[in-house]
């Protein structure tokens, strides 16, 4: 998602760094904002692709964030990746710091950054180039200013802050979603995916269907968020995402989750 966020940013105008570990993980970065930047010319010809791309640079040292006025953390929903990251992103930033993840508790990861008051969850959705909300979520520690301050950047970058003012797991969104994705998830003994996600889209008007839309997210990030759940005592339990996860099917980014994607977006058919 980090690249996607990065899009959107610098496509308001903002200067912006993706960093990652691996240099392989920032090429394909870069590559899936040209992609989406020309899909979406073909719709707007006044975007101007190059002029976007120059606003954007690629790093694997976070050294080179230290002068960032936000750094958004969005690595992978474990509490021990995150824990790392931001501590150091914090030794080295007086930045904002937000954190993009799915459901842990600001105020529980606020206890690895300097300064607490600076700190809270952005969360984007998938895609985040088209998805129009963005939760702003406000930590035990938050400051009022920077909390005001990170709802007028995502005003400023075009979308919508739903302001979240209570700290729970899950937040507001995947608090909704988890639900559904644990009661479709529980239909699978008796219905195909297509079944469950033809009634998802046709008479529930969901743009994709809830089977299709825990692979569109990613299996691994689905399964990361029910383990946290479940440790928890939430009932987030899916059990056939272990078992698919250990495969290797990851949903879309690895072509094949419930359905096959590696001829694009499947077709759902009853
Ligand atoms: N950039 C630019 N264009 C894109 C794009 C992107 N990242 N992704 C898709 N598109 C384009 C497609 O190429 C296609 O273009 P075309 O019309 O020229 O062919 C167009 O958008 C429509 O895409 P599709 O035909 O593939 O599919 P849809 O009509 O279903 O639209 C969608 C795609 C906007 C993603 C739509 O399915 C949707 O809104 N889905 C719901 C997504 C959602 O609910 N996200 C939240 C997930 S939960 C989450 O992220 C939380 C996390 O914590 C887990």
Redesign the pocket.
Known sequence: ?GS?IG?VFAMRGYDVTLFDIKEEALRRAIE?IK???N??K??DSTIDVDEVMKRISVSTSLVDSADSYLVIEAVF?DINVKADVLMKVSKLNDSIIASNT??LPISELSKYVREPERFLGM?????????KLVEVIRGDHTSDRWFNQAIELVRSINKFPLPVRKDVFGFV??RV?FKLFISACSMLSNFTPEEIDYVAMNELG???GLIM?LD???LD??YD?SKEALKRGFDFNCPVLAEMVKQGKLGRKSGKGFYDWSK??PEVRA
């Open positions: 998602m996607g899009q899936n992609w989406s930047l899909k979406l073909e719709k929903e799915s459901s969360h984007f959705f998938n895609p985040p180039v088209l998805m969104v995947n979603l969901m743009p994709l839309l569109y997210t990613g990030v689905n968020i694009g977006k």
